[in-house]
Protein backbone atom coordinates (compact mmCIF):
# COMPACT_ATOMS: atom_id res chain seq x y z
CA UNK A 1 0.00 0.00 0.00
CA UNK A 2 1.31 3.72 -0.94
CA UNK A 3 1.36 5.80 1.72
CA UNK A 4 -1.86 7.51 2.82
CA UNK A 5 -4.16 10.48 1.71
CA UNK A 6 -1.99 10.71 -1.84
CA UNK A 7 -1.85 14.99 -2.98
CA UNK A 8 -0.04 15.00 -6.05
CA UNK A 9 0.66 19.26 -5.20
CA UNK A 10 1.97 18.13 -1.90
CA UNK A 11 5.59 16.77 -2.65
CA UNK A 12 5.69 14.97 0.71
CA UNK A 13 2.66 13.94 1.60
CA UNK A 14 2.48 11.88 -1.35
CA UNK A 15 5.19 10.00 0.62
CA UNK A 16 3.51 9.93 3.69
CA UNK A 17 6.12 12.55 5.12
CA UNK A 18 4.93 15.28 7.80
CA UNK A 19 6.33 18.35 7.89
CA UNK A 20 6.22 18.56 11.29
CA UNK A 21 7.44 15.34 12.41
CA UNK A 22 9.12 13.83 9.01
CA UNK A 23 8.53 10.29 8.96
CA UNK A 24 7.73 9.60 12.67
CA UNK A 25 3.66 9.30 12.23
CA UNK A 26 2.09 12.62 12.58
CA UNK A 27 -0.84 12.75 15.50
CA UNK A 28 -0.88 9.17 16.02
CA UNK A 29 -3.64 7.25 17.25
CA UNK A 30 -3.90 6.44 21.09
CA UNK A 31 -6.62 4.59 21.21
CA UNK A 32 -8.20 1.50 19.70
CA UNK A 33 -12.11 0.53 19.52
CA UNK A 34 -13.28 -1.57 22.97
CA UNK A 35 -13.14 -5.68 20.85
CA UNK A 36 -9.02 -4.97 20.95
CA UNK A 37 -8.79 -4.09 24.77
CA UNK A 38 -7.41 -7.18 25.62
CA UNK A 39 -4.29 -6.51 23.45
CA UNK A 40 -3.94 -3.20 25.73
CA UNK A 41 -4.41 -4.65 29.05
CA UNK A 42 -1.49 -6.81 28.36
CA UNK A 43 0.84 -3.96 27.61
CA UNK A 44 -0.65 -2.04 30.22
CA UNK A 45 0.34 -4.49 32.53
CA UNK A 46 3.71 -5.31 30.45
CA UNK A 47 6.49 -3.86 32.86
CA UNK A 48 5.24 -6.34 35.47
CA UNK A 49 4.25 -9.07 33.42
CA UNK A 50 7.40 -9.37 31.89
CA UNK A 51 9.16 -9.27 35.73
CA UNK A 52 6.94 -12.30 36.83
CA UNK A 53 7.27 -14.36 33.47
CA UNK A 54 3.81 -14.10 32.77
CA UNK A 55 3.81 -12.09 29.86
CA UNK A 56 3.78 -15.12 27.69
CA UNK A 57 0.90 -17.12 29.19
CA UNK A 58 -1.29 -14.02 29.11
CA UNK A 59 -0.96 -13.71 25.75
CA UNK A 60 -1.86 -17.51 25.46
CA UNK A 61 -5.31 -16.47 26.77
CA UNK A 62 -5.65 -14.54 23.76
CA UNK A 63 -7.81 -15.49 20.78
CA UNK A 64 -7.63 -14.18 17.35
CA UNK A 65 -9.20 -10.94 16.99
CA UNK A 66 -10.87 -9.48 14.19
CA UNK A 67 -8.47 -6.83 12.59
CA UNK A 68 -10.36 -6.42 9.31
CA UNK A 69 -12.76 -4.07 11.63
CA UNK A 70 -10.05 -1.43 11.46
CA UNK A 71 -10.39 0.47 8.42
CA UNK A 72 -8.39 3.26 9.12
CA UNK A 73 -4.46 4.02 8.67
CA UNK A 74 -4.10 5.26 12.02
CA UNK A 75 -5.80 2.64 13.61
CA UNK A 76 -4.13 0.05 11.85
CA UNK A 77 -0.79 1.79 12.61
CA UNK A 78 -1.70 1.87 16.14
CA UNK A 79 -2.58 -2.07 15.66
CA UNK A 80 0.69 -2.96 14.31
CA UNK A 81 2.50 -1.15 17.10
CA UNK A 82 0.83 -2.69 19.62
CA UNK A 83 1.60 -6.03 17.68
CA UNK A 84 4.87 -5.54 17.02
CA UNK A 85 5.54 -5.64 21.53
CA UNK A 86 3.04 -8.10 22.13
CA UNK A 87 5.37 -10.32 19.74
CA UNK A 88 8.37 -8.54 21.48
CA UNK A 89 7.53 -9.26 24.90
CA UNK A 90 6.19 -13.02 23.88
CA UNK A 91 9.45 -14.02 22.52
CA UNK A 92 12.02 -12.85 24.54
CA UNK A 93 10.98 -12.80 27.99
CA UNK A 94 13.11 -15.66 29.11
CA UNK A 95 15.70 -14.27 26.93
CA UNK A 96 18.23 -16.66 24.68
CA UNK A 97 17.58 -19.81 26.58
CA UNK A 98 13.75 -19.44 26.64
CA UNK A 99 13.17 -17.91 23.69
CA UNK A 100 9.98 -19.68 21.13
CA UNK A 101 10.84 -20.87 17.73
CA UNK A 102 7.17 -19.73 16.96
CA UNK A 103 4.82 -16.88 17.37
CA UNK A 104 1.36 -17.61 18.24
CA UNK A 105 -1.41 -17.66 15.75
CA UNK A 106 -3.80 -14.80 18.30
CA UNK A 107 -0.57 -12.52 16.89
CA UNK A 108 0.93 -13.76 14.12
CA UNK A 109 -1.87 -13.53 11.99
CA UNK A 110 -3.24 -10.08 12.52
CA UNK A 111 0.27 -8.69 12.58
CA UNK A 112 0.80 -10.26 9.14
CA UNK A 113 -1.91 -9.52 7.25
CA UNK A 114 -2.51 -5.99 8.69
CA UNK A 115 1.59 -5.76 7.82
CA UNK A 116 1.12 -6.92 4.42
CA UNK A 117 -1.81 -4.08 3.89
CA UNK A 118 0.44 -1.31 5.47
CA UNK A 119 3.41 -2.74 2.88
CA UNK A 120 6.43 -3.09 5.32
CA UNK A 121 7.35 -6.19 7.08
CA UNK A 122 5.62 -8.27 9.77
CA UNK A 123 8.89 -6.86 12.32
CA UNK A 124 9.22 -4.20 14.80
CA UNK A 125 10.75 -1.30 13.22
CA UNK A 126 12.16 1.75 14.10
CA UNK A 127 8.95 3.73 12.36
CA UNK A 128 6.69 1.35 14.57
CA UNK A 129 8.45 3.17 17.53
CA UNK A 130 8.27 6.55 15.86
CA UNK A 131 4.28 6.26 16.05
CA UNK A 132 4.54 5.48 20.01
CA UNK A 133 4.27 8.97 21.27
CA UNK A 134 2.02 11.53 22.68
CA UNK A 135 1.74 15.18 23.88
CA UNK A 136 1.76 15.79 27.38
CA UNK A 137 0.06 19.09 27.46
CA UNK A 138 -2.06 18.73 24.06
CA UNK A 139 -1.77 22.55 23.80
CA UNK A 140 1.81 22.52 24.66
CA UNK A 141 4.49 22.61 21.15
CA UNK A 142 5.56 19.10 19.98
CA UNK A 143 8.80 19.21 21.40
CA UNK A 144 10.87 16.62 23.64
CA UNK A 145 10.33 18.11 27.33
CA UNK A 146 6.50 17.60 26.20
CA UNK A 147 6.41 14.28 24.48
CA UNK A 148 5.73 10.66 26.19
CA UNK A 149 4.90 6.91 24.89
CA UNK A 150 1.89 5.89 24.29
CA UNK A 151 3.18 2.43 25.68
CA UNK A 152 6.28 1.10 27.31
CA UNK A 153 7.03 -2.38 27.09
CA UNK A 154 9.69 -2.32 30.01
CA UNK A 155 8.81 0.39 31.65
CA UNK A 156 10.89 3.32 33.30
CA UNK A 157 12.49 6.37 32.00
CA UNK A 158 15.87 4.77 30.15
CA UNK A 159 13.15 3.16 27.67
CA UNK A 160 11.25 5.72 27.41
CA UNK A 161 13.92 8.78 26.54
CA UNK A 162 15.88 6.27 24.47
CA UNK A 163 12.78 6.30 21.91
CA UNK A 164 12.17 10.14 22.71
CA UNK A 165 15.40 11.04 21.63
CA UNK A 166 15.22 9.66 17.91
CA UNK A 167 11.46 10.98 17.94
CA UNK A 168 13.24 14.66 18.48
CA UNK A 169 15.74 13.80 15.99
CA UNK A 170 13.23 12.98 13.23
CA UNK A 171 11.30 16.19 14.46
CA UNK A 172 14.36 17.96 13.77
CA UNK A 173 15.07 16.53 10.39
CA UNK A 174 11.85 17.47 8.95
CA UNK A 175 11.74 20.93 10.17
CA UNK A 176 15.71 22.07 9.89
CA UNK A 177 16.99 19.50 7.08
CA UNK A 178 14.31 18.49 4.69
CA UNK A 179 12.80 21.76 3.14
CA UNK A 180 16.44 22.69 2.29
CA UNK A 181 16.90 18.98 0.44
CA UNK A 182 13.78 20.28 -1.43
CA UNK A 183 15.09 23.50 -1.78
CA UNK A 184 18.76 22.24 -3.13
CA UNK A 185 16.88 19.77 -5.91
CA UNK A 186 15.00 22.80 -7.00
CA UNK A 187 18.17 25.16 -7.02
CA UNK A 188 19.61 22.61 -9.29
CA UNK A 189 17.15 22.58 -11.61
CA UNK A 190 16.82 26.37 -11.53
CA UNK A 191 21.10 26.38 -12.09
CA UNK A 192 21.63 28.38 -9.17
CA UNK A 193 24.66 28.27 -6.85
CA UNK A 194 23.93 30.59 -4.30
CA UNK A 195 20.20 29.15 -3.52
CA UNK A 196 22.83 25.40 -3.37
CA UNK A 197 25.35 26.72 -1.46
CA UNK A 198 22.84 28.68 1.56
CA UNK A 199 20.82 25.72 1.24
CA UNK A 200 24.00 22.99 1.83
CA UNK A 201 24.98 25.02 4.90
CA UNK A 202 21.24 25.19 6.25
CA UNK A 203 21.47 21.39 6.05
CA UNK A 204 24.57 21.00 7.74
CA UNK A 205 22.65 23.30 10.53
CA UNK A 206 20.15 20.68 10.45
CA UNK A 207 22.51 17.75 10.72
CA UNK A 208 24.24 19.16 13.84
CA UNK A 209 20.69 19.96 15.43
CA UNK A 210 20.06 16.24 15.02
CA UNK A 211 23.84 15.48 16.59
CA UNK A 212 23.21 17.95 19.73
CA UNK A 213 19.89 16.45 20.04
CA UNK A 214 21.79 12.81 20.33
CA UNK A 215 23.97 13.95 22.90
CA UNK A 216 21.22 14.60 25.07
CA UNK A 217 20.55 10.15 24.81
CA UNK A 218 22.81 10.07 28.41
CA UNK A 219 20.42 12.82 30.32
CA UNK A 220 18.06 10.02 30.93
CA UNK A 221 18.89 6.83 29.38
CA UNK A 222 21.40 4.35 31.62
CA UNK A 223 23.69 2.76 29.55
CA UNK A 224 22.92 -0.70 31.63
CA UNK A 225 19.32 -0.71 31.83
CA UNK A 226 19.35 0.45 28.25
CA UNK A 227 21.54 -2.76 27.54
CA UNK A 228 19.21 -4.82 29.73
CA UNK A 229 16.25 -3.89 27.88
CA UNK A 230 17.29 -3.66 24.24
CA UNK A 231 17.31 -7.17 23.96
CA UNK A 232 13.86 -6.73 23.79
CA UNK A 233 14.50 -5.29 20.49
CA UNK A 234 15.99 -7.76 18.93
CA UNK A 235 15.19 -10.20 16.09
CA UNK A 236 15.21 -13.57 14.71
CA UNK A 237 18.51 -13.60 12.75
CA UNK A 238 20.59 -14.90 15.77
CA UNK A 239 21.70 -18.48 16.01
CA UNK A 240 19.06 -19.18 18.78
CA UNK A 241 16.83 -19.39 16.27
CA UNK A 242 16.46 -22.79 14.36
CA UNK A 243 16.38 -20.65 10.72
CA UNK A 244 14.57 -17.82 11.53
CA UNK A 245 10.65 -17.99 13.51
CA UNK A 246 7.70 -19.69 12.71
CA UNK A 247 4.21 -16.95 12.46
CA UNK A 248 1.89 -19.91 13.12
CA UNK A 249 -1.49 -19.79 11.16
CA UNK A 250 0.69 -17.37 8.37
CA UNK A 251 3.24 -20.54 6.75
CA UNK A 252 5.15 -23.20 8.67
CA UNK A 253 8.24 -21.92 7.27
CA UNK A 254 10.55 -19.92 9.42
CA UNK A 255 11.50 -16.27 8.58
CA UNK A 256 14.12 -13.94 9.46
CA UNK A 257 14.18 -10.50 10.25
CA UNK A 258 16.30 -8.00 12.00
CA UNK A 259 15.57 -6.41 15.23
CA UNK A 260 14.41 -2.71 15.49
CA UNK A 261 17.01 -0.42 14.86
CA UNK A 262 17.67 3.74 13.99
CA UNK A 263 19.67 2.17 10.97
CA UNK A 264 15.89 2.03 9.61
CA UNK A 265 15.18 5.37 9.99
CA UNK A 266 15.17 7.09 6.76
CA UNK A 267 16.43 10.42 8.27
CA UNK A 268 20.30 9.26 7.42
CA UNK A 269 19.59 7.58 4.31
CA UNK A 270 17.98 10.64 3.02
CA UNK A 271 20.91 12.97 4.14
CA UNK A 272 23.18 10.13 2.78
CA UNK A 273 21.77 10.39 -0.72
CA UNK A 274 21.05 14.10 -1.20
CA UNK A 275 25.23 14.08 -1.18
CA UNK A 276 25.75 11.38 -3.01
CA UNK A 277 27.42 9.46 -0.50
CA UNK A 278 27.96 5.98 -1.59
CA UNK A 279 28.59 3.22 1.19
CA UNK A 280 31.26 0.02 0.86
CA UNK A 281 29.58 -3.16 -0.69
CA UNK A 282 28.92 -4.87 2.87
CA UNK A 283 27.82 -1.76 4.73
CA UNK A 284 25.48 -1.07 1.34
CA UNK A 285 23.74 -4.86 2.05
CA UNK A 286 23.07 -4.05 5.49
CA UNK A 287 21.78 -0.66 4.91
CA UNK A 288 19.47 -1.36 1.53
CA UNK A 289 18.49 -4.37 3.50
CA UNK A 290 17.45 -1.57 6.64
CA UNK A 291 15.02 0.41 3.98
CA UNK A 292 13.12 -2.92 3.45
CA UNK A 293 12.19 -2.39 7.07
CA UNK A 294 10.33 1.31 6.24
CA UNK A 295 7.19 2.38 5.05
CA UNK A 296 6.73 1.85 1.40
CA UNK A 297 6.14 6.04 1.14
CA UNK A 298 9.58 6.58 2.64
CA UNK A 299 11.71 4.03 0.68
CA UNK A 300 9.75 5.73 -2.17
CA UNK A 301 11.17 9.13 -1.25
CA UNK A 302 13.94 7.78 -1.10
CA UNK A 303 14.29 6.16 -4.58
CA UNK A 304 13.24 9.69 -5.89
CA UNK A 305 16.50 11.04 -4.70
CA UNK A 306 18.60 8.61 -5.88
CA UNK A 307 16.79 9.01 -9.18
CA UNK A 308 16.68 13.17 -9.09
CA UNK A 309 19.49 15.42 -10.23
CA UNK A 310 23.24 14.99 -8.25
CA UNK A 311 23.99 17.68 -6.00
CA UNK A 312 27.66 16.16 -5.77
CA UNK A 313 27.53 16.11 -9.38
CA UNK A 314 26.40 19.67 -10.21
CA UNK A 315 28.98 20.83 -7.44
CA UNK A 316 32.01 19.01 -9.26
CA UNK A 317 30.74 20.68 -12.85
CA UNK A 318 30.80 24.22 -11.51
CA UNK A 319 34.12 24.47 -10.36
CA UNK A 320 33.13 26.45 -7.65
CA UNK A 321 35.68 27.38 -4.61
CA UNK A 322 32.36 28.44 -2.28
CA UNK A 323 29.68 25.52 -3.24
CA UNK A 324 32.13 23.11 -3.02
CA UNK A 325 32.92 24.12 0.76
CA UNK A 326 29.43 24.65 1.28
CA UNK A 327 28.97 20.89 0.22
CA UNK A 328 32.00 19.53 2.13
CA UNK A 329 30.34 21.76 5.40
CA UNK A 330 27.13 19.65 4.47
CA UNK A 331 29.51 16.02 4.14
CA UNK A 332 31.26 17.12 7.42
CA UNK A 333 27.89 17.35 9.62
CA UNK A 334 27.51 13.78 8.30
CA UNK A 335 31.09 12.55 9.61
CA UNK A 336 30.75 14.15 12.83
CA UNK A 337 27.03 13.16 13.41
CA UNK A 338 28.56 9.57 12.81
CA UNK A 339 31.47 10.08 15.29
CA UNK A 340 29.25 10.80 18.12
CA UNK A 341 27.05 8.13 17.37
CA UNK A 342 30.06 5.64 17.60
CA UNK A 343 30.78 7.65 20.96
CA UNK A 344 27.54 6.73 21.71
CA UNK A 345 27.52 2.54 20.66
CA UNK A 346 30.51 2.29 22.61
CA UNK A 347 28.79 4.02 25.95
CA UNK A 348 25.67 1.88 25.49
CA UNK A 349 26.82 -1.46 24.39
CA UNK A 350 30.63 -1.67 24.17
CA UNK A 351 31.41 -1.18 27.60
CA UNK A 352 28.50 -2.72 29.43
CA UNK A 353 28.65 -5.76 27.43
CA UNK A 354 32.50 -6.26 29.50
CA UNK A 355 30.87 -5.22 32.98
CA UNK A 356 29.45 -8.67 34.73
CA UNK A 357 26.12 -7.10 36.45
CA UNK A 358 24.87 -6.17 32.94
CA UNK A 359 22.16 -9.00 32.06
CA UNK A 360 23.71 -12.13 30.48
CA UNK A 361 20.50 -13.70 29.31
CA UNK A 362 20.81 -12.29 25.91
CA UNK A 363 24.05 -13.35 24.79
CA UNK A 364 23.01 -13.55 21.38
CA UNK A 365 22.95 -9.57 21.14
CA UNK A 366 26.50 -9.18 22.84
CA UNK A 367 28.36 -8.64 20.13
CA UNK A 368 25.62 -7.54 17.22
CA UNK A 369 23.21 -4.46 17.03
CA UNK A 370 19.54 -4.99 16.94
CA UNK A 371 19.51 -4.67 13.51
CA UNK A 372 22.24 -7.22 13.58
CA UNK A 373 25.31 -5.89 12.36
CA UNK A 374 28.94 -6.63 13.92
CA UNK A 375 28.74 -2.66 15.40
CA UNK A 376 31.98 -1.02 15.64
CA UNK A 377 33.83 -2.18 11.88
CA UNK A 378 30.31 -1.51 10.59
CA UNK A 379 30.03 1.80 12.04
CA UNK A 380 33.29 3.19 11.58
CA UNK A 381 33.36 1.71 7.41
CA UNK A 382 30.05 4.03 7.30
CA UNK A 383 31.35 7.32 9.09
CA UNK A 384 34.77 6.97 6.96
CA UNK A 385 33.32 6.11 3.51
CA UNK A 386 31.16 9.69 3.68
CA UNK A 387 34.46 11.52 4.51
CA UNK A 388 36.00 9.78 1.92
CA UNK A 389 33.76 11.84 -0.59
CA UNK A 390 35.11 15.09 0.79
CA UNK A 391 35.98 17.44 -2.43
CA UNK A 392 38.77 18.79 -2.86
CA UNK A 393 38.71 22.20 -3.75
CA UNK A 394 39.21 23.95 -7.22
CA UNK A 395 42.63 25.87 -7.43
C1 LIG B 1 21.71 4.49 22.84
C2 LIG B 1 21.51 4.89 21.60
C3 LIG B 1 21.93 4.16 20.37
C4 LIG B 1 22.61 3.01 20.22
C5 LIG B 1 23.16 2.12 21.31
C6 LIG B 1 22.74 2.76 18.81
C7 LIG B 1 23.32 1.64 18.26
C8 LIG B 1 23.45 1.40 16.91
C9 LIG B 1 23.99 0.21 16.34
C10 LIG B 1 24.49 -0.98 17.12
C11 LIG B 1 23.95 0.33 15.01
C12 LIG B 1 24.40 -0.70 13.98
C13 LIG B 1 23.23 -1.24 13.23
C14 LIG B 1 22.44 -2.30 14.00
O1 LIG B 1 22.82 -3.48 13.96
O2 LIG B 1 21.44 -1.97 14.65
C15 LIG B 1 23.38 1.61 14.71
C16 LIG B 1 23.21 2.10 13.47
C17 LIG B 1 22.67 3.31 13.22
N1 LIG B 1 22.12 4.16 14.14
FE1 LIG B 1 22.20 4.02 16.11
N2 LIG B 1 22.15 3.77 18.11
C18 LIG B 1 21.63 4.65 19.03
C19 LIG B 1 20.91 5.76 18.76
C20 LIG B 1 20.66 6.22 17.51
C21 LIG B 1 19.81 7.33 17.22
C22 LIG B 1 19.01 8.11 18.25
C23 LIG B 1 19.84 7.50 15.89
C24 LIG B 1 19.06 8.54 15.16
C25 LIG B 1 18.54 8.45 14.00
C26 LIG B 1 20.71 6.48 15.33
C27 LIG B 1 20.98 6.32 14.00
C28 LIG B 1 21.66 5.25 13.47
C29 LIG B 1 21.93 5.09 12.06
C30 LIG B 1 21.53 6.07 10.96
C31 LIG B 1 22.57 3.89 11.90
C32 LIG B 1 23.10 3.27 10.59
C33 LIG B 1 24.55 3.61 10.42
C34 LIG B 1 24.77 4.98 9.81
O3 LIG B 1 24.08 5.34 8.85
O4 LIG B 1 25.67 5.68 10.31
N3 LIG B 1 21.17 5.72 16.35
N4 LIG B 1 23.07 2.24 15.90
Redesign the pocket.
Known amino acids: MSAPNSHAKDPLRVYGISPLVGFALQDPEEKLPIEFHPWIEILHDSENLLKSKQFRSRVDQLSVLDYERLISYKHQRLARLVLCLLVQGYVWQDGDAGVLQSIPKCLAVPFHKLSMKLGWPAMITHADMMSNYKKIDPNCPLELSNLKLIFSLCGGKSFEW?FL??LQ?EINFAQHILPHILQSREAIVNKDTKTLGDALCKYSHGVEM?TAT?TR?HEH?DPRE?YNF?AFLAGWQSNVFKGGIIYEGISSTPVKH?GA???Q?S??HCC?EVLGVKHGESAWT??SE?RQYMPPGHREFIASLVKGPSIRDFVISQNDVGLAESYNKALLSLVHF?DY?IQ??VR??VIPSHQTDCKKSHESLAN??????G?LP??KS??DTTKAHLLPLPA
Do not use: E, K, N, W
Request: hydrophobic residues 55%; contains cysteine; proline residues 5%.
Open positions: FIPMMLMCFRPSAASTLDFLMRHVVYIVGTGGSVFLVR
